[in-house]
């Protein structure tokens, strides 16, 4: 079955960095647009990035520090945090997309089918 499974979440003091990752199983990333959403307490769950084949698009507030890739061979989606900031703080779940590309529309959650358990990413000093 179709399984998304994230890691490489904790704590970092402002100014660092992290590596998520998303690893896929029962389906080929090369199909599919995979997200990065995340979702601080009282707020909104938020689009941070989308890649696939084809595009690879970036909230505002991440462009310059984030950035997503994916290794098609090991079927796992990363997303490389640098210049962490205390608002970058949230869970952080990967999503796939129900087909391709990211799009227009690639931050709007109802376009994804399946989501990850989520990791927490806490940026304090």
């Known amino acids: 079955q179709v399984q998304l499974v994230e890691s490489g979440g904790g704590l970092v003091q402002p100014g660092g960095s992290l590596r998520l990752s998303c690893a896929a199983s029962?389906?080929?990333?090369?199909?599919?647009?995979i997200s990065w959403f995340r979702q601080a307490p009282g707020k909104e769950r938020e689009g941070v990035s989308c890649i696939s084949n084809y595009d690879n698009s970036n909230v505002d507030s991440v462009k310059g520090r984030f950035t997503s890739s994916k290794n098609n061979a090991n079927n796992t989606v990363y997303l490389q945090m640098n210049s962490l900031k205390p608002e970058d703080t949230a869970n952080y779940y990967c999503?796939?997309?129900?087909?391709?590309?990211?799009?227009?529309?690639?931050?709007?959650?109802?376009?994804?089918?399946?989501w990850g358990q989520g990791t927490q990413v806490t940026v304090s000093s």
């Open positions: 029962g389906f080929t990333l090369n199909y599919y647009a």
């Open positions: 999503a796939r997309n129900r087909g391709l590309p990211c799009g227009r529309t690639w931050n709007d959650a109802k376009a994804y089918d399946y």
